[in-house]
């Protein structure tokens, strides 16, 4: 059995290459599917960064990285692709097992949750998260996960105080009927603002909203 330790052959480099992309095919024991949230995100992904997500193929042409940002692709209308070209057929051993790290090895990462929110913060913010994987349901979803498990003090340690960032501030879960009359209100708060948040993303203009409402209670 080969060990972690053994030494890798040298392997030639490779260049990148534009095909057809209907001249690609997924690999027949490709084990991963990609839903249509996972494909907005990627299809939101190349039309802000066009490709900037490695394609690796096979010499014939089988895709043994890349599956979900090529189906995205096709949904976008691309016609050709950029890939990197293994000198391998789809169905060697070793193709099948780049199959497999690529699409495993990942998994053995461990996110910090506190820098992962506090970058999704200032995403949300500035850009909004459309095209990161996470939606603004995800992040108060994972914000309130991580309530009284020391949120605060790990936002500090990146230097990031919670009252520094916008948005997180408060996180609320609503459902049903609760959220829609929630979201009445913040739309009629928006519009009685007018052009005080003209220009504003939706989620800092509905912040906005928020803050009126509650003066309106407080006054």
């Not at 909004?128 to 979803?141: K, N, R, V």
Request: proline share 5%.
């Amino acid at each position: 059995m080969a060990t972690m330790t053994q030494k890798a052959q040298a392997v030639p480099p490779m260049r990148i290459e534009q095909v057809p992309i209907g001249s690609l095919t997924p690999h027949s024991r490709n084990f991963r599917s990609h839903p249509p949230t996972q494909l907005e995100h990627l299809q939101q992904s190349l039309r802000e960064y066009g490709w900037a997500r490695n394609v690796v193929v096979s010499r014939d042409n089988v895709i043994l990285a890349g599956h979900g940002i090529v189906e995205a692709a096709r949904k976008e209308g691309h016609t050709t692709v950029p890939v990197l070209r293994l000198a391998l057929k789809g169905d060697d051993p070793k193709a099948e097992k780049f199959l497999a790290l690529e699409n495993t090895v990942s998994r053995l990462a461990v996110d910090d949750d506190t820098q992962l929110a506090a970058l999704l913060a200032d995403v949300q913010r500035t850009e909004g998260l459309e095209g990161t994987g996470y939606t603004d349901a995800d992040l108060d979803a994972l914000i309130a996960e991580m309530a009284g498990s020391g949120f605060a003090e790990g936002l500090a340690g990146y230097g990031m105080a919670p009252d520094k960032l916008p948005n997180t501030g408060f996180h609320f879960a609503l459902t049903g009927p609760d959220a829609e009359r929630c979201e009445e209100a913040l739309q009629k708060a928006v519009v009685e603002l007018g052009s005080e948040v003209d220009g504003l993303l939706p989620v800092d203009a509905k912040s906005k909203a928020f803050l009126l409402i509650c003066e309106a209670y407080l006054a």
